[in-house]
């Protein structure tokens, strides 16, 4: 990875999760409002993210599923209308990075292990961007997201389970119009 600051592109973008859903089905959602910048050291171990999505702007393709994700039952995004991914220090894994980054949902900040892969750098097509994969599995417990009636069939409503994928494009800082 080239050296720099580099800025989260938006629009290409993307923050997303997977969660079981009545112990078979997938559900499968994102976040629209992503932010964040990226500092590559000239040392993996010098390198930090910071990286935010806006609660609000969740969507899962269901309008009542995604309007009851918002409320006090799941993320509140009245009350904390912000989730963060902040870390430093990325290890080298074979052909990948580790990441031990702290994630907050709900003002519960844990800190999880991410994987991340180096899709695309430097001068390359586009020149100047920087491409991403951040991987981790967290327990929506440990961030107070309780909600979970039991089913008729034996078992849960939702998984406790989550898988988060982080699919960033950055521009270098430099690079950005004023």
């Not at 078979?24 to 930090?48: H, Q, Y």
């Amino acid at each position: 990875m080239p050296p720099g600051l580099w800025t989260v592109d938006p629009v290409r973008s993307r923050i997303g999760f997977t969660a079981r859903h009545l112990l078979v089905a997938k559900i499968r959602g994102r976040f629209l409002g992503v932010a964040g910048t990226i500092d590559v050291g000239r040392r993996p171990e010098d390198s930090s993210v910071l990286a935010s999505a806006e609660a609000a702007t969740i969507t899962t393709g269901d309008p009542d599923r995604d309007e009851h994700l918002r409320s006090a039952e799941f993320l509140d995004a009245a009350r904390w209308p912000l989730l963060t991914i902040t870390g430093a220090g990325l290890r080298r894994a074979g052909d990948r990075y580790l990441l031990d980054a702290d994630l907050t949902i709900r003002d519960v900040t844990r800190t999880v292990e991410m994987t991340i892969i180096v899709r695309g750098s430097g001068d390359g097509p586009p020149p100047g961007h920087l491409a991403l994969t951040g991987t981790a599995r967290v327990d929506r417990r440990e961030f107070g997201l309780l909600w979970n009636p039991a089913i008729e069939t034996a078992g849960v409503l939702v998984g406790d389970l989550v898988d988060l994928r982080l699919d960033v494009v950055a521009v270098r800082a430099d690079d950005l119009p004023d």
